[in-house]
């Protein structure tokens, strides 16, 4: 059973398709990402499953029920927003208690509910708080309290994170998926930002220009990408442009643009030797130093960027491209200037045909 299913879902507005045949089904339970660029259509997607927007054509169906005859307040989804819409004229036991009140539930049972509901979040007794005297942190709690209170089917999160500061959205990350696993409901989730969504997701939809790329879980996304749009969107990677030299088996040899050198990758979709393609390399799969007869790369140590664990050697290679490598204990007693040959195994590079533009 799942909680919620698109299926072929389209949106046109006159002439321009903003969602395009878009088909999902999310288990119970589940923590599930749309994840895309600015302007894909991951909000009119989010507002048609939430009823403010009418399909042009395909189906959404919520516990199995087609939902598309029901009116917002008929279907039983919640949504939480960017600015969050929380009434700051209302205390936060006031805010949570106004869907209960709108629905008729029982006054008598309407503050145990919110006590409890307040609990679940981690913020017991707050009840008699204003708006303006809480944190972000605590406004975001608040605001999924205020949803989760009414038992919906599915939490729908569009982008919540999105006004918080760099601090406190990392800690809300994690906040967010042990909520989700708290209340045990299916929240869909949309974002622009990678690493929301990797981190949180149990699965995660590519979506690019009205389309779902691909479906999957974060470590399919980005060990597995399908596509060079969803390898070059989700993780960091380093795109090398060459012409397919030779075929064999599941890799190909490219010859690097530029005279750069020859490289060995994955093929991922189908090349025909003298194809342009790119090869995408996550920089924790580049090696430095050891040179290898089929897959190298010479450039020269641009600079050593400390960040702990996610420090990086920058090499300028190819025409002036400067190639990012993950240093975990790598660059010794490199110094800017060095020459360094690059290396890694080609199960860890995949080749797509080259996108326009
Ligand atoms: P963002 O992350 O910037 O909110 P998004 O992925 O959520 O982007 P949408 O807001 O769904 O994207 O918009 C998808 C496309 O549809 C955009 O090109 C947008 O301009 C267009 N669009 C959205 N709503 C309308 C509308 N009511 N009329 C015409 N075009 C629209």
Redesign the pocket.
Known sequence: MYDLSCDRVT?A??K?V??DQVSLDIPSGSFFSIL????????????MIAGF?TPSGGDIRIKGESVLSLAPNRRNVKMVFQHLALFPMMNVGENIAYGLQCRGEKKADIPAKVRRVLERVGLPGVEEKQIGQLSGGQKQRIAIARCMVLEPDVLLL??PLGALDLKLREHMKIELKQLQHQFETTFLY?T?DQSEALVMSDRVAV?NA?RFEQIGTPRELYDDPVSGFVAGFVGDANILAGKVAEISGDEVLVNLDGGGGRIAARRSDASAVGDEVEVFVRPEAMRIGEAAARASLTGTVDSLLFNGANSRILVRALNDQLIEVADPGQSGSLAPGATVTLTFEARRARAFARRQG
């Open positions: 949106k507005f006159g321009f903003a969602v895309g660029p600015s302007g894909c259509g991951k909000t009119t997607l989010m507002r927007e569009d982008e949309i622009h979506m009205g």
